[in-house]
């Protein structure tokens, strides 16, 4: 199974994905989103 960025959609063949957990669920994030979701804008 392909992981993708939570928030931008982009592949690990991409960018580096980040494994994160929210919620006892498996997610995965860019270092290009990483930052954004440490600000908290949404
Ligand atoms: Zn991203």
């Keep these: ?4 960025c939570l928030n ?13 957990e ?5 997610l995965y994030v860019c270092v290009k989103c990483l930052p954004v979701l440490i600000h908290g804008s949404h």
């Design 22 to 26: 929210h919620k006892g669920e498996a």
């Design 8 to 20: 931008c959609g982009a592949e690990s063949n991409q960018i580096v994905l980040i494994s994160c």
């Design 1 to 4: 199974m392909e992981h993708k």
